[in-house]
């Protein structure tokens, strides 16, 4: 590498970094929460009709 190159080099290293566009994460914030919000409303929807039978359910004893 030349004086030049390592000059330029550096030069490209000092350049201001690009700027990133924050509505983008934003977005997929959102649409992260529009994923969940449907799922949980998909879980309540079904969620009532669903039964564990007691036979194969553990349980679990807290603290007394």
Do not use: H, K, N
């Not at 992260?32 to 359910?57: K, N, Q, R």
Request: hydrophobic share 55%.
């Amino acid at each position: 590498m030349t004086e030049a190159d390592a000059i330029q080099r550096a030069r490209d290293l000092l350049a201001p970094p690009a700027v990133r566009d924050p509505a983008m994460g934003a977005l997929g914030a959102a649409l992260l929460a529009a994923v969940s919000a449907l799922m949980l409303a998909g879980a309540v929807i079904v969620g009532p009709g669903f039964e564990v039978d007691p036979s194969s359910s553990v349980v679990v004893r807290g603290f007394d």
